[in-house]
């Protein structure tokens, strides 16, 4: 709990990091100052990002004010998904189960894979010659 009488969480996926902070309110949703539509821009991250609000039945109840930094739009929505799972078991410990069967609380560890000497790519060769 912060001051204020809200609450915060860290959610972290790829590159990205996002903070939440949640507030009784009536449900705005603002992503680095901007509505969720215009900072991702896509419907299909919005779906990631508030199905935690939906799991629960949370979308109108509270107020979120969110910072992203690193990656791209897709790990931001991701690691929002996560932040937003984690704040929601602060609130209210009963709604663990039905945030963990949507997977909000699991930390995704896959992360690009460095690119080798020798190589084009991480894991790609070059074009064996026999001749």
């Not at 996002?18 to 539509?37: D, I, M, Q």
């Amino acid at each position: 709990m912060i001051k204020g009488g809200g609450f915060h969480a860290v959610g972290r996926r790829k590159a990205a990091v996002a903070r939440v902070y949640l507030r009784p309110g009536s449900g705005k949703f603002l992503v680095n100052g901007l509505e969720t539509k215009e900072y991702f821009g896509r419907v299909s991250l919005e779906l990631i990002l508030k199905s935690p609000l939906v799991a629960t039945g949370m979308t109108d109840k509270y107020d979120i004010l969110a910072n992203c930094t690193g990656g791209g739009k897709a790990g931001q929505a991701g690691a929002l998904k996560m932040a937003l799972g984690r704040v929601l078991c602060q609130v209210d410990g009963g709604l663990r189960p039905a945030v963990k069967a949507i997977g909000a609380l699991t930390r995704d560890s896959r992360e690009v894979e460095r690119k080798k000497y020798g190589r084009h790519k991480a894991r790609k060769r070059p074009q064996f010659s026999k001749r």
